[in-house]
């Protein structure tokens, strides 16, 4: 036991170094967090609290990514090669703005890996009937290889289905990658894992070799949901394989979302964002298909990859750029809507200017705090004129994003901090006038299943009802 000294010895020396701590990490925020409201609040956390505040700071405060940095610099210049002879070779053919990309494009090229190609087809899954059914389809017509990523997967029925089919293929001689994300799977047993390893399929959590240090990174999620075939088909969207996403949950029922199918050149971005997330964990380059195989259709489109790692915020900058560019109407649909300032301000003026601007949420939630979600930011859109539904028929989990009849997009991020800063998220957009027809046409169905939320719906709350809706607006940056 310690006697009296040797305990003054210890929290003599120990406190002063836990304060030090503390405000060595405060500078660590100053320097890496990248908004001011954020670094702030650890810097002051750190410095007066810093034996609550150090383990949280650990655990969900490291912003710096720097370990996918470096993984990402290595995969560029071991593929190298193969990435130039997809800019400057085998994408030349369908490059679809060489020279007079408008400005709104411009922006968006810049923040992509590839280009805005044309030959590209895309289809529209709406809920999990549609989209398993079209995953299914793909997998099984697999010759070569199959790559699968998603945030979240479940070992339940649609999940054993999955399961099944991956092993059918790998059996067939077929080669088989599956990546997870650790956090969003953590209930997915190990003899799910194992049995897919002993059937040959390639199995991976996104932190890989990286496990135990991802321990102190729970903050970054891999929220991905993407499945490629042989580099000719690929499907993205908001559905991760559970069986809540068929409706069998007892709570979110129906549920609704939206999944993508493309073929043409877009699958070359799609496959190098799933190829850079394998290397990551693995350490590993797969050899794969990198010829593009266009479709008649000749749709124009872009893919967006972002996260955490991205010297600028690669996603949010995606949205106001979306929301600013608007002439005649933005509809955004997402589950979760926490906007930053640049975004909310966004809204607000393209409102002001007569833009038609809807934002599309669940009355239904997932979590307790989203329950407040909606109404927390409506006092400051409505009276600008931003119109706010609520999905009334189940649980809305889609992401879609509709500007004039210009383009669309479809793809992982949601519309909150986590997206945009935190979340390593993938987004498919389309130039492509029929494209955003039929993105319209599925979204006024939605509309008509929601009710318009106004002013008048906060204001005759309660007291408690509107102290928790201002009080989410202080969680907003952890959301």
Same mark, same amino acid.
């Given at each position: $036991?310690? %006697?009296?000294?040797?305990?003054?010895?210890?929290?003599? @020396?120990?406190?002063?170094?836990?304060?030090?701590?503390?405000?060595?990490?405060?500078?660590?925020? @100053? $320097?890496?967090?990248?908004?001011?409201?954020?670094?702030?609040?650890?810097?002051?956390?750190?410095?007066?609290?810093?034996?609550?505040?150090?383990?949280?700071?650990?655990?969900?405060?490291?912003?710096?990514?720097?370990?996918?940095?470096?993984?990402?610099?290595?995969? +560029?210049?071991?593929?190298?090669?193969?990435?130039?002879? @997809?800019?400057?070779?085998?994408?030349?053919?369908?490059?679809?703005?060489?020279?007079?990309?408008?400005?709104?494009?411009?922006?968006?090229?810049?923040?992509?890996?590839?280009?805005?190609?044309?030959?590209?087809?895309?289809?529209?899954?709406?809920?999990?009937?549609?989209?398993?059914?079209? @995953?299914?389809?793909?997998? !099984?017509?697999?010759? !070569?290889?199959?790559?699968?990523?998603?945030?979240?997967?479940?070992?339940?029925?649609?999940?054993?289905?999955?399961?099944?089919?991956?092993?059918?293929?790998?059996?067939?001689?077929?080669?088989?990658?599956?990546?997870?994300?650790?956090?969003?799977?953590?209930?997915?047993?190990?003899?799910?894992?194992?049995?897919?390893?002993?059937?040959?399929?390639?199995?991976?959590?996104?932190?890989?070799?990286?496990?135990?240090?991802?321990?102190?990174?729970?903050?970054?999620?891999?929220?991905?949901?993407?499945?490629?075939?042989?580099?000719?088909?690929?499907?993205?969207?908001?559905?991760?394989?559970?069986?809540?996403?068929?409706?069998? +949950?007892?709570?979110? /029922?129906?549920?609704?979302?939206?999944?993508?199918?493309?073929?043409?050149?877009?699958?070359?971005?799609?496959?190098?964002?799933?190829?850079?997330?394998?290397?990551?964990?693995?350490? !590993?380059?797969?050899?794969?298909?990198?010829?593009?195989?266009?479709?008649?259709?000749?749709?124009?489109?872009?893919?967006?990859?972002?996260?955490?790692?991205?010297?600028?915020?690669?996603?949010?900058?995606?949205?106001?750029?979306?929301?600013?560019?608007?002439?005649?109407?933005?509809?955004?649909?997402?589950?979760?809507?926490?906007? %930053?300032?640049?975004?909310?301000?966004?809204?607000?003026?393209?409102?002001?200017?007569?833009?038609?601007?809807?934002?599309?949420?669940?009355?239904?939630?997932?979590?307790?705090?989203?329950?407040?979600?909606?109404?927390?930011?409506?006092?400051?859109?409505?009276?600008?004129?931003?119109?706010?539904?609520?999905?009334?028929?189940?649980?809305?989990?889609?992401?879609?994003?509709?500007?004039?009849?210009?383009?669309? /997009?479809?793809?992982?991020?949601?519309?909150?901090?986590?997206?945009?800063?935190?979340?390593?998220? =993938?987004?498919?957009?389309?130039?492509?006038?029929?494209?955003?027809?039929?993105?319209?046409?599925?979204? =006024?169905?939605?509309?008509?299943?929601?009710?318009?939320?106004?002013?008048? %719906? =906060?204001?005759?709350?309660?007291?408690?009802?509107?102290?928790?809706?201002?009080?989410?607006?202080?969680?907003?940056?952890?959301?």
């Amino acid at each position: $036991m310690f %006697d009296g000294t040797t305990l003054g010895w210890i929290l003599g @020396i120990g406190i002063p170094l836990i304060h030090a701590i503390g405000i060595g990490h405060a500078v660590d925020a @100053i $320097m890496k967090t990248r908004t001011p409201q954020g670094a702030t609040a650890w810097a002051i956390s750190l410095v007066i609290l810093p034996y609550l505040a150090l383990p949280i700071y650990w655990v969900f405060g490291r912003f710096q990514f720097g370990e996918y940095c470096r993984a990402l610099r290595t995969f +560029d210049a071991v593929v190298d090669q193969h990435l130039t002879h @997809i800019r400057h070779g085998v994408l030349t053919d369908f490059i679809a703005y060489p020279q007079d990309e408008r400005g709104e494009l411009r922006a968006f090229r810049a923040l992509s890996t590839l280009p805005f190609t044309r030959g590209n087809d895309a289809t529209l899954h709406v809920d999990g009937d549609a989209t398993f059914e079209a @995953i299914f389809e793909a997998i !099984e017509s697999a010759q !070569e290889y199959i790559l699968a990523q998603f945030f979240l997967i479940h070992d339940d029925d649609i999940g054993r289905r999955f399961k099944d089919q991956l092993i059918r293929r790998a059996q067939a001689g077929v080669r088989v990658y599956l990546l997870y994300d650790e956090i969003g799977s953590s209930r997915l047993p190990r003899s799910y894992k194992k049995d897919l390893r002993r059937a040959g399929v390639h199995v991976s959590g996104f932190a890989g070799k990286r496990r135990w240090r991802r321990r102190f990174q729970l903050n970054f999620r891999n929220h991905r949901k993407i499945v490629i075939v042989d580099g000719k088909k690929a499907l993205i969207g908001g559905l991760n394989v559970g069986d809540e996403y068929l409706g069998h +949950d007892p709570k979110l /029922t129906p549920w609704r979302d939206t999944h993508v199918s493309i073929v043409g050149p877009m699958v070359q971005g799609i496959q190098i964002s799933f190829l850079r997330d394998w290397y990551y964990g693995r350490e !590993e380059i797969l050899d794969v298909n990198w010829e593009p195989t266009p479709s008649d259709r000749d749709r124009v489109g872009l893919v967006l990859a972002s996260g955490p790692a991205d010297e600028l915020e690669t996603c949010g900058l995606l949205f106001t750029h979306a929301i600013e560019s608007a002439e005649e109407r933005i509809w955004i649909a997402s589950p979760y809507f926490v906007p %930053d300032g640049r975004v909310l301000g966004a809204l607000q003026l393209a409102a002001l200017r007569g833009v038609d601007v809807r934002v599309l949420m669940p009355r239904m939630t997932d979590s307790v705090l989203f329950k407040f979600v909606p109404y927390a930011y409506l006092p400051e859109v409505e009276q600008a004129g931003v119109k706010v539904f609520l999905y009334e028929e189940g649980f809305m989990h889609q992401k879609v994003l509709l500007v004039d009849d210009d383009y669309a /997009t479809v793809g992982t991020a949601n519309l909150d901090n986590r997206s945009f800063r935190l979340n390593f998220e =993938l987004t498919c957009l389309f130039n492509d006038a029929d494209f955003c027809s039929n993105v319209a046409d599925m979204l =006024l169905q939605d509309f008509a299943r929601s009710t318009r939320l106004t002013q008048e %719906d =906060l204001t005759g709350r309660s007291f408690g009802f509107r102290l928790c809706v201002q009080s989410t607006r202080l969680l907003a940056p952890i959301l």
